[in-house]
């Protein structure tokens, strides 16, 4: 999927024109997802030109990852095992960290545990509320809510089709009848995990961005 991917936008952007063809328009406005609905969006165009590449990256490493889980022969995303969406969850937390303590060395733990307002007292409860919920909440639900989404699709893809497998080629008479309705369903969610895929890319991508924007907040 790697190797697709660095192909297309290869072979897509290589004679770039002004008036685009197909494949260089194609390419552009997948780009254009990122960088305009989600980068520039949040961020503003100028800390959006900084975190583009990486956002960009995370945006199409999610999807081309994500498709394998419908291609028959494959039908597991490559996100639907833990190792992939804890390496993008620890690309996301770096960044975001990062991100707080360049613009706000001083500040940005502090603000970030300390939130002003807050009585003295009370900082008992809320710093470690605040350091689990933003240091350690923040990379685990990224990278269980990436995985869940596409472990559940891959699940009901096998049920679908291994009962479909089952009625067709096991049971006899009356019986067949129940593999053209598991097949049909395994086909109709075939077509949803193709949105799910996109979708789980999309939000992935929107939420590290989310991270990034508030790591930046003038508040710090």
Do not use: C
Not at 64 to 75: K, Q, R, Y
Not at 112 to 120: E, H, Q, Y
């Amino acid at each position: 999927m790697a190797a697709i991917l660095i192909t297309f936008f290869a072979l897509a952007t290589r004679n770039l024109k002004i008036v685009p063809s197909k494949g260089q328009s194609l390419a552009e406005m997948a780009l254009d997802v990122v960088r305009v609905n989600i980068a520039e969006d949040l961020l503003g165009k100028k800390d959006a030109k900084r975190f583009l590449p990486l956002l960009t990256g995370i945006f199409f490493t999610v999807l081309a990852m994500n498709i394998p889980g419908i291609i028959p022969g494959f039908n597991i995303a490559g996100t639907s095992t833990i190792g992939l969406p804890l390496v993008l969850a620890l690309v996301a937390y770096v960044a975001f960290v990062y991100a707080g303590l360049k613009k706000h060395p001083l500040t940005f733990l502090k603000a970030s545990l300390f939130p002003p307002g807050v009585p003295w007292p009370i900082y008992v409860i809320v710093t470690p509320i605040e350091f689990f919920s933003i240091f350690i909440l923040r990379p685990i639900t990224l990278a269980l809510r990436l995985l869940m989404n596409m472990v559940a699709g891959h699940l009901l893809l096998v049920l679908a089709f291994s009962a479909t497998w089952f009625f067709f080629f096991e049971m006899d008479g009356f019986w067949k009848l129940f593999g053209i309705g598991t097949f049909a369903f395994g086909f109709i969610f075939t077509l949803f995990e193709m949105l799910v895929a996109v979708l789980q890319a999309y939000v992935f991508t929107l939420l590290t961005t989310v991270y990034i924007q508030l790591a930046l907040a003038e508040e710090h």
